[in-house]
């Protein structure tokens, strides 16, 4: 293993895109979290999976993206290769992604359910609570996993920049580690997807029952956010691959922060759409930022 040196353009690349990630993925992660728990008239089974989702979401930009950046903006911030930052990163990165890929095809699954049946739909609340928490379990021994595998395999066994490299999600060669860490993502994210799409595609194949126009407008804006997440994260999968199957070189690691970069972006992005396309969460942010300022400006 060898170390990199990253290009000028990448880091004027990569800097805004992770800067909007952890301000914007924070805050706006944050008030969807904060909606669900203060306003029990919204606590049904889609707004909180839709919830749970920006909890993986809050984990990926307020947890894990500041350690990339705090390295991609200053290489030789080479104490995240050391005890506890790299564990914190292992862990945040692989829990947050997780728990995403494990939330789609449930969202995917109550569309259906909903726009299917003109009575009770079958996913309640309690069993959607039930189903997240076992999504939970697996995420978090997912990431217990990978620091478990860490420090049998790299964690102190080398220079400060191997270390980090690993902590980081970077791979530069098919060893245990890469092949246990490449093996669960790659199930993960190709079961996730197919299945999230033939539930959306049954959608589209079966004349909807449900003609409810909030609810349409619901699976259209969960399929786009299946459409952005895959957008997002398929370049980093696919500079993985190239990068452990083929010769790993510096245009590997450049590429790994430009599409690690783009990754966390619909992680900042989500928080928006569901502004865009949910009527309720449009008017809750209009008032957090609108009637904070008019209430400050009352009280002067």
């Known amino acids: 293993m060898q170390r990199f040196e990253q290009y000028t353009a990448t880091t004027a690349f990569v800097t805004p895109l992770y800067l909007i990630a952890i301000v914007l993925g924070t805050f706006g992660n944050a008030l969807v979290i904060y909606f669900y728990i203060t306003d029990k008239s919204i606590q049904r089974t889609f707004n909180y999976l839709l919830t749970n989702l920006a909890v993986a979401d809050f984990v990926i930009c307020a947890v894990f993206t500041p350690l990339l950046f705090a390295y991609r903006v200053h290489e030789k911030a080479e104490v995240i290769g050391f005890t506890p930052l790299c564990e914190i990163s292992l862990f945040s990165s692989m829990f947050g992604v997780s728990l995403v890929y494990l939330v789609f095809p449930l969202m995917a699954y109550q569309r259906k359910d909903v726009m299917s049946r003109s009575l009770r739909a079958t996913l309640s609340l309690t069993r959607g609570r039930v189903l997240m928490g076992t999504f939970w379990l697996s995420s978090f021994l997912s990431g217990a996993m990978m620091i478990i595998l860490a420090r049998s395999e790299f964690i102190?066994?080398?220079?400060?920049?191997?270390?980090?490299?690993?902590?980081?999600?970077?791979?530069?060669?098919?060893?245990?580690?890469?092949?246990?860490?490449?093996?669960?993502?790659?199930?993960?994210?190709?079961?996730?997807?197919?299945?999230?799409?033939?539930?959306?595609?049954?959608?589209?194949?079966?004349?909807?029952?449900?003609?409810?126009?909030?609810?349409?407008?619901?699976?259209?804006?969960?399929?786009?956010?299946?459409?952005?997440?895959?957008?997002?994260?398929?370049?980093?999968?696919?500079?993985?691959?190239?990068?452990?199957?083929?010769?790993?070189?510096?245009?590997?690691?450049?590429?790994?922060?430009?599409?690690?970069?783009?990754?966390?972006?619909?992680?900042?992005?989500?928080?928006?759409?569901?502004?865009?396309?949910?009527?309720?969460?449009?008017?809750?942010?209009?008032?957090?930022?609108?009637?904070?300022?008019?209430?400050?400006?009352?009280?002067?």
Not at 204 to 214: F, G, T
Not at 269 to 280: D, E, F, K, S, W
Request: aromatic share 16%; with cysteine; glycine share 6%.
């Open 156 to 300: 102190d066994s080398g220079p400060g920049y191997i270390n980090m490299y690993r902590c980081i999600m970077i791979n530069q060669r098919l060893d245990f580690y890469s092949q246990v860490f490449l093996g669960y993502s790659m199930a993960l994210y190709g079961l996730s997807i197919v299945i999230t799409v033939v539930f959306y595609v049954q959608i589209y194949l079966s004349p909807p029952i449900n003609k409810s126009r909030e609810e349409r407008q619901i699976t259209k804006l969960c399929v786009w956010l299946a459409i952005l997440y895959t957008a997002c994260w398929t370049p980093f999968v696919l500079v993985q691959i190239s990068g452990v199957f083929g010769t790993y070189t510096e245009l590997h690691f450049n590429l790994h922060a430009i599409s690690s970069a783009v990754g966390v972006i619909g992680s900042s992005v989500a928080p928006c759409l569901y502004v865009i396309n949910i009527p309720y969460y449009r008017a809750r942010a209009h008032y957090t930022f609108y009637g904070t300022i008019y209430n400050q400006q009352k009280k002067k």
